[in-house]
C-alpha cells in the first residue's frame, strides 16, 4: 500500500490516521482518506515561528460533540478546525493493490487538489 502525505507537522499523524483506518477497520481508500481527524500541537511547530501549544488539539468538528466534549472534560486543550482543513490535518493520497484479484483502489483526499488515477 503505497501512501503518502505532503510535508508538515500534520503529516505523520494524518497518515497514522488513514492507514489505521484502512489496515485495521476495513476501510477502502476514498472512505479512509474522507474520515474526520485530529491533529496535536503539543510541540513546537517545525516552521517559523515555531509556535508551541501544549495540550493543543485541533479536531475536525465533523467529529461526534460528545466526543470533543469527552476530550475537553479530560483536559485536552480541544479545538475545532474548520472541517476539511489541509493546514492542520494533512492530506494523504493512498492506493491498495487487491493480490489476490488485481483490484486497485486509490483515495484522493478531498482537503486539497488531488486525484487518484490508476491502470
Not at 489541509?86 to 493512498?94: I, L, Q, R, S, T
Request: proline share 8%; aromatic share 10%.
Amino acid at each position: 500500500m503505497p501512501f503518502g502525505c505532503p510535508g508538515g507537522d500534520a503529516q505523520c499523524q494524518a497518515m497514522v490516521q488513514v492507514f489505521l483506518n484502512i489496515v485495521e477497520f476495513g476501510m477502502a481508500p476514498q472512505v479512509a482518506v474522507e474520515q474526520p481527524r485530529f491533529a496535536t500541537w503539543n510541540f513546537p511547530n517545525s516552521f517559523w515561528p515555531h509556535e508551541y501549544l501544549p495540550g493543543r488539539l485541533n479536531l475536525e468538528s465533523r467529529l461526534d460533540p460528545e466526543l470533543i466534549e469527552q476530550l475537553k472534560q479530560l483536559g485536552h486543550d480541544a479545538v475545532l478546525s474548520e472541517d476539511w482543513d489541509p493546514m492542520y490535518m494533512g492530506v494523504v493520497g493512498a492506493i491498495t493493490v487487491d493480490t489476490d484479484t488485481g483490484l486497485i483502489r486509490a483515495g484522493a483526499d478531498p482537503r486539497r487538489d488531488t486525484y487518484a488515477i490508476g491502470r
